[in-house]
C-alpha cells in the first residue's frame, strides 16, 4: 500500500512551541503532500514536496522528504491555538499519479 | 480567491433512496476528483475526471456514478443510500491533473 502512516496519532503542545509530525511511506514516489483539516471541516492543501526535493518552507512550515528512509516530517514552528487540527500526509495513489493516499493523520491540539 | 463550491453542504437521505452531489471547480481548473470521508477515518479517493472524461477510479461502490460536464462541474450519484454510506463527501480540483489538489469544503451525508 502506498498509504503513509503519521506519527505521532495525537500530539499536545503549548502555544509558541514547536510541533513535529512524522508520515512514513511504503513504496517509492515522486511527490509527497501535506493536508490540515479542522474538525469535520474540508481538507486544505499545504504543501507538496517532490521527489527530488529535500526540504520545502511555506511560512511557519518546512516539510522534509527522506526518500532513502521513505519518510517525510513536517514542522510547524511558534505554533499557535489557530492550529489545532488533524494533519494529514498523503502519498500517490499509483507511481506517477498526483492523487493522493491518505494516511490517518495526526490530531495536533496547541493549547493557548 | 474563487474556492471549490460543494453543494449541498448538508443531505439527509434515507436507506434506499438516490442523493446527488455537485462541485463546482476553481475556475480554469480542468480535473475534478471525489473523496469520501467516513466518521474518524481518513479521506477515501473514489473517482476523478480529467477533460470530462473519467481519469482514475478508486474505491467507489457500484451504487455509485459520476460525471464531469462541459463546464467542468461534476456530479456524484448516489443509488440505493446505505447507513455505511454515511460521511463527508469531498471534492477537489486541479489544473492539467499535475498540480496540487484544492479542496472543497465538502458535503455531508447522513443516511438514516
Known amino acids: 500500500s502506498q498509504q503513509g502512516e503519521e506519527d505521532p496519532q495525537a500530539l499536545s503542545i503549548q502555544e509558541g512551541e514547536n510541533a513535529t509530525m512524522n508520515c512514513s511511506y511504503k513504496?517509492?514516489?515522486?511527490?509527497l503532500q501535506w493536508y490540515r483539516q479542522n474538525s469535520g471541516r474540508g481538507l486544505v492543501h499545504l504543501i507538496l514536496?517532490?521527489?527530488?526535493?529535500r526540504e520545502k518552507h511555506s511560512g511557519r512550515l518546512r516539510v522534509t522528504l527522506d526518500t532513502s528512509k521513505k519518510s517525510s516530517s513536517l514542522l510547524i514552528t511558534a505554533s499557535r491555538a489557530a492550529d489545532t487540527a488533524s494533519y494529514f500526509c498523503?502519498?500517490?495513489?499509483?507511481?506517477?499519479?498526483?492523487?493522493?493516499?491518505f494516511g490517518r493523520g495526526t490530531s495536533l491540539i496547541v493549547h493557548p | 480567491a474563487a474556492g471549490v463550491i460543494q453543494s449541498p453542504r448538508h443531505l439527509i437521505k434515507e436507506k434506499r433512496e438516490t442523493a446527488t452531489l455537485k462541485c463546482y471547480p476553481i475556475?480554469?481548473?480542468?480535473?475534478v476528483y471525489w473523496y469520501q470521508q467516513g466518521p474518524g477515518q481518513d479521506p477515501q479517493f473514489l473517482i476523478s475526471f480529467y477533460e470530462k472524461m473519467q481519469s482514475d477510479k478508486g474505491s467507489i461502490p457500484d451504487r455509485f456514478s459520476a460525471q464531469q460536464f462541459s463546464d467542468y462541474h461534476s456530479e456524484l450519484n448516489m443509488s440505493s443510500l446505505e447507513l455505511g454510506d454515511s460521511a463527508l463527501y469531498f471534492c477537489?480540483?486541479?489544473?492539467?491533473?499535475?498540480?496540487?489538489?484544492?479542496f472543497g469544503p465538502g458535503t455531508r451525508l447522513t443516511v438514516t
Open positions: 513504496t517509492s514516489i515522486n511527490n
Open positions: 514536496i517532490r521527489s527530488n526535493e
Open positions: 498523503a502519498t500517490p495513489t499509483s507511481g506517477g499519479s498526483y492523487i493522493p493516499t
Open positions: 477537489a480540483s486541479s489544473r492539467d491533473s499535475l498540480y496540487e489538489q484544492y
Open positions: 475556475p480554469r481548473h480542468d480535473t
